[in-house]
T-cell receptor
């Protein structure tokens, strides 16, 4: 089954404790991205990757890091989480580039709370 | 500054009636627009899209209208069904860009 998986689905942590949210896709997609969803602000793009070893900043990259060492994986790293990073995070992938339609798949989301 | 705005955070409609969701954008460089649907505890799923060279695109019960001069698009759902109850996001992209910009979302409730 074609899918994007994220782990963990729920995480409560404390300020300053480094964490990683994993994202994996099994569709051999080149394009992957991370979004955060906040009330009234919709989804805002954090980082995206056009292919292995190619990453770029989205609209809200501050406080986040990513890496793309393998095509299938695109982890999101919070080196020193802060309460303003409490949010719902989505990973997404598509075959090539920004999608024009139904070829973009989203993961189920990770609910992160930073105390 | 939000470049894509959905000014109605919520909408309630009776089953069988029309749902109209609105989306405004400020960046004239956007040339492609998408609508996504999101159920609780799930990721968004693609619903329908429209290119800036068109003013209308239809897919079953869903129709998207684009008014470029007004920088406005709308999504019509006819007839609305209880299963359409979800949050709907509009999104936009530029011709030369690699990013999607989303609106804040509209929560739709279809009452039986």
């Amino acid at each position: 089954e074609a899918q994007v998986t994220q782990n963990p689905r729920y995480l409560i942590t404390v300020t300053g404790k480094k964490l990683t949210v994993t994202c994996s896709q099994n569709m051999n997609h080149e394009y992957m991205s991370w979004y955060r969803q906040d009330p009234g602000l919709g989804l805002r793009q954090i980082y995206y990757s056009m292919n292995v070893e190619v990453t770029d900043k989205g609209d809200v990259p501050e406080g986040y890091k990513v890496s793309r060492k393998e095509k299938r994986n695109f982890p999101l790293i919070l080196e020193s989480p802060s309460p303003n990073q409490t949010s719902l995070y989505f990973c997404a992938s598509s075959l090539t580039g920004v999608p024009y339609g139904n070829e973009q798949f989203f993961g189920p989301g990770t609910r992160l709370t930073v105390l | 500054d939000q470049q894509v705005k959905q000014n109605s955070p919520s909408l309630s409609v009776q089953e069988g009636r029309i749902s109209i969701l609105n989306c405004d954008y400020t960046n004239s460089m956007f040339d492609y627009f998408l609508w996504y649907k999101k159920y609780p505890a799930e990721g968004p799923t693609f619903l329908i899209s429209i290119s800036s060279i068109k003013d209308k695109n239809e897919d079953g019960r869903f129709t998207v209208f684009l008014n470029k001069s007004a920088k406005h698009l709308s999504l019509h759902i006819v007839p609305s069904q209880p299963g359409d109850s979800a949050v709907y996001f509009c999104a936009a992209k530029k011709a030369a860009g690699n990013k999607l910009t989303f609106g804040g979302g509209t929560r739709v409730l279809v009452k039986p």
